[in-house]
């Protein structure tokens, strides 16, 4: 519960109260995002391929979400990625440091086939579109952790735009590829 | 594949919320603030406290406040024996449903006592207040045997 003032009016009557609700976990990452952290902490990312299918996921669950089967193979993907979708923030929200306007993006890494969301910078916010290719740019190596975060944002690169029917179906080594 | 090592983190989710509370809990807080426990009558003369906003039994908006006593009997308690981060006091304590002197209904606060075998149902309490009072249901500290 809160201890500091309530909201009140000129005459001090209050009119508001500060009602917060915090969920506390303790969250254990489970086997297949383990090792995606274990990977990412060293720079790279990595995917799982459906036995099935042949969907790449990633980060990986462990399953595909489509067959219902467990995933095992693993798969290096490029930190090269294409815009799947995107949102241009202009409201700040409590508690998130970044300051608005800034761009978050699902985008897919090239050899997977899913997205996952990240944000985007050193680019012109309005110019960003889907299909857009994007790198991402990595915190110096010191600082990498078990943490998505290892990826400061994606910033776009000087690649022909992929046609929207190939977005998240491109092979690791890009649209040329 | 070699086996994974086990990753784990503490992690929190807040929704900091905040409420606005209507001119009747409003009234009832700023009381609170003043170090006053108001409630309200309702249409059969019961006076319910905290207050609320509209007739239990005819749903008709209430408006008539009443300042209740700062004593009143324990009418049932829970007793805590392991608090949790959350609750209001880390010592043993009770959960209490009080009849403050005035009022015809209970209300729920913490009873603070050195064991449970010092609580009773009948049991006389008074409002202890916090040091600073800030408008919240807080501004009770506890109550106390009397």
Redesign the interface.
Known sequence: MSQEKNMSDDQDVITGIKAPVYLKYNFTAGAAPARFLAQIKKGVLTGQRCPKCSAVYVPPRGSCASCGVATEEEVVLSDKATVQSFTIVSIPIPGNPIQPPYIIANVVPDGANISFIHLLSECVNEEIHIGQRVQAVWKPEAEWDYAMDNIRYFKPLDEADVPVDRIGKLPVTGLEG | ?SQ??????????????????GPVV??F??EL?KRNIVGIKASDGRVVVPPMEYDPDTAAELSEFVQVGQQGEIVSFAWVKEPRAAH?MQVPFAWAMIKLDGADVPMIHCVAAAAESDIATGARVRAVWADET???I?DIRCFELV
């Open positions: 594949m994974p090592e086990i990753l784990n983190q503490a992690f929190e989710l807040g929704y900091t919320y905040t409420r606005s509370t409003g009234r807080l700023t603030k209001p800030i408008g919240f807080t």
